[in-house]
């Protein structure tokens, strides 16, 4: 039967005994943050909250946010996106598994240098999707204006933290464009692709080459 999520002893600075925290609540308090799941509005607020008080805490020390999402909402994933942006602390985005469509958006969004893949995981782009055939004819219209502006914005974006051409990117967004880690890495994606150390084959280090 599910054991639900792992709980782990935390005492308090001052505080004599331990208490039991969920292990997600004691990974927060070392800056370590994650998007493991569909993007939606619950888990942006929870992102964008923890964000804006670990940076009001402590501006000095970076944040880690680990994904592993194959994408979700677009306009809860900006909202993260913005607040990556906003915060005064530097922000390290870590691909673990899959960062697809807006989880790939939000990879993009660490703090340039500071974006890495893990060596087996996978980075998907693609344009923005929609729920067309439940509209009546003024709705499609409305709401096919609005995807196209959430594309440009979107292009924009990966133009601009990529490196890449524009038209680069918008043949990218015509279709699922799926990457390796180096691929991801050559893509302007992430900066730096985890190595496994050949010695224990549990560790990683960094690297910035191929």
Not at 15 to 33: F, K, T
Not at 41 to 47: D, K, R, Y
Not at 68 to 92: C, E, K, L, R
Not at 198 to 210: A, D, L, P, R
Request: proline share 4%; with cysteine.
């Amino acid at each position: 039967m599910p054991i639900g999520v792992p709980r782990v002893p935390f005492r308090s600075p001052g505080e004599e005994d331990a208490v039991w925290i969920d292990v997600y609540n004691r990974l927060h308090r070392e800056r370590l943050l994650f998007l493991g799941q569909h993007v939606n509005s619950e888990i942006s607020n929870q992102l964008v909250g923890l964000m804006v008080y670990l940076s009001i805490e402590d501006d000095t020390k970076d944040l880690y946010l680990f994904i592993n999402s194959p994408g979700g909402w677009v306009i809860p994933g900006i909202a993260i996106y913005d607040t990556m942006q906003f915060v005064s602390t530097d922000i390290h985005t870590i691909c673990i598994g899959l960062a697809a469509s807006m989880g790939s958006f939000i990879l993009v969004g660490g703090e340039i240098t500071k974006r890495l893949a893990f060596p087996h995981a996978r980075v998907m782009i693609h344009q923005p999707g929609s729920y067309f055939y439940e509209s009546q004819a003024g709705e499609f219209i409305l709401e096919a204006e609005e995807l196209l502006k959430l594309r440009e914005t979107l292009t924009k974006v990966y133009v601009q933290r990529t490196g890449n051409p524009l038209w680069v990117i918008s043949e990218d967004m015509e279709r699922d464009v799926f990457m390796s880690a180096t691929e991801a890495q050559a893509h302007g994606i992430v900066d730096l692709v985890a190595v496994e150390n050949e010695n224990t084959g549990v560790s990683y280090k960094y690297t910035n080459s191929f």
